[in-house]
């Protein structure tokens, strides 16, 4: 750490709280349970410095896209906090997302690269090696919630997700997070294809192991997503639709039997389901008709 270059008056803008990147390095610094790493490169303008944001290198847990994603955004929350704010991404080596070859940094299969090969042109190179070991808050993104979970083991220290976090975390969005063009592409050609001239209501079930991060160790009843939805539906201008993502066979399977009509699947990563006697393809992002 002592190598670290840092800006020793600039504060953490995007923190909710004011955090002195000189006084988060000391911290740090002391710290016993704080894990990164640097380098010097020779020859290079000195006190310029680039943040290596590499989420899974040391284990990603099997996490899906979405938390490692917000994973990845609590990696550059803590360069910030730090007064590193040039951060360059890679993903490699997470299974859910990324491909089994190491070399290829799978964060360019997704979104626009940030800052590429810059750890080669600056004078210091700093890679923390995880993200949540800070000893001061910098306020991580990863567990929030849109409801108190601080009593369940291992979200002791999670947030509710207030507008004031939302508008904070869209802000780093639209800073570092752009899809690429081939990721724009083809959601342009499913929007006209599905969705161009529907009113769409959007459903999340995440029904697999959810269950583990909630208070009451259960989730709502499958029913009563249904009739949630139904309630919503009839607001809604005709024509209308339902988009639904999960992960869930059951979820999925009792939406097709109960809105009906005709499902259309999404070309990713597929698998086979038999559903209302109906051999279908299925995605984990489904819409079904309503008219």
Known sequence: MQDTAVSKLETSGINGISVRAEDLKNALIKSEGFLAATRKNSGKSTGTTVCVVDPAI???QNIGFAAFL????DHIILCRALGIHRPTVVW????SVCSKDPRVNSWDWYFEPVNRGLESKVDTVFC?????GAPIDVESITDNSFKNRTDVEGFEYSRII???ERFRVNKLIRQYI???SRIKTTVKMFYQKHLAGFTVLGIHVRGTDHWIETSEQALPSL?????RAQSILETLPRPRKIFIASDNHEVIKEFVVYFGKEMVSVNLICFSLELVS???SLCHTVFLNRV
């Not at 490699?92 to 299974?95: K, M």
Request: glycine share 0%; with cysteine; aromatic share 6%.
């Open 278 to 280: 109906l051999p279908l």
């Open 162 to 164: 207030t507008k004031q």
């Open 223 to 227: 029913m009563s997503w249904i009739k």
């Open 178 to 180: 752009k899809p690429n």
């Open 70 to 73: 917000l994973y990845t955004l």
């Open 92 to 95: 490699r080596a997470c299974n």
């Open 58 to 60: 040391t284990d990603c």
């Open 128 to 132: 923390p090696l995880r993200a949540d």
